[in-house]
Structure formats: C-alpha cells, structure tokens
C-alpha cells in the first residue's frame, strides 16, 4: 500500500483484509497457539513485521492526506484509525522493549550494581 506499486482497488482492499487479519491474530489468543510452532525470535520477528507494515501504511496514510489527496486518503486512515489505539499500545511497547535491551545492563537493573 505504502509503495504505491498497486493501485488497483481489488488488491488494495485484500491488502488491507490481510493486515486487518494479521493485527487480529496478535489479539486473540489462537495467535498464541500458532506462534507456538515458532522460537522466540521468531514470533517476535513476526509480531515486529505486523507492527511495521501498520506503520508505513500510517505515514503512508498522512503523506497522502497532507497532499489531499481525498478518496484514497480518507480508505486508508479509516483502515488505520479503526485500530489506532491498539496500535498505539503496541508500538509504544515495542519502543518501551527495544530501550530496555538498548539500555546497558546497569541502568536497566541498578539493584544488581548495588550487588
């Protein structure tokens, strides 16, 4: 969506079903049991992917309704506002976990320096 490749409404629209779908699988718990089958890094990887795929489509939303651009502004921030606050909570927890293992040891855990 965000690439502009496709602008045909049919493939737009299956876009966005499948990031619709994808966000709905890390709510729900059977998303538990297919992440199940994957390591860690793997479903995490996952989780990321999903996460980063809303945010361009978000930017991508913007950029064209700060252009004005109106129909396919108005498709798309609809698409992305319907679950923003979800979103958010995501993305400001993968921002609040990719700190913490940014962060060295010490300041992350000042306890185990008093050790």
Same mark, same amino acid.
């Given at each position: 969506?965000?690439?502009? /490749?496709?602008r045909?409404?049919?493939?737009? @629209?299956r #876009?966005q079903?499948?990031?619709v779908s994808?966000l709905?699988?890390l709510?729900t718990?059977t998303?538990? $049991? #297919?992440? *199940?089958?994957?390591?860690?890094?793997?479903?995490?990887?996952? &989780?990321l *992917?999903v996460?980063? +795929?809303?945010?361009?489509?978000? /930017? @991508?939303a913007?950029e #064209?309704?700060?252009? !004005? *651009?109106?129909e396919e502004?108005? !498709?798309?921030? *609809?698409? /992305? %506002?319907?679950?923003?606050?979800y979103l958010? %909570?995501?993305?400001?927890s +993968?921002i &609040? !976990?990719h700190?913490l293992l940014?962060?060295?040891a $010490? $300041?992350?855990?000042?306890t +185990?320096?008093q &050790?």
């Open positions: 969506i965000s690439s502009g /490749v496709s045909d409404a049919s493939d737009l @629209k #876009i079903q499948l990031l994808s709905q699988n709510q718990s998303h538990e $049991l #297919i992440i *199940s089958r994957y390591n860690e890094s793997t479903s995490t990887l996952l &989780r *992917s996460l980063q +795929a809303w945010a361009e489509v978000y /930017v @991508k913007h #064209i309704n700060a252009q !004005d *651009s109106a502004a108005l !498709d798309l921030l *609809s698409t /992305v %506002e319907a679950h923003e606050t958010s %909570e995501l993305w400001m +993968a &609040r !976990d700190a940014a962060l060295p $010490l $300041l992350c855990h000042p +185990a320096a &050790r």
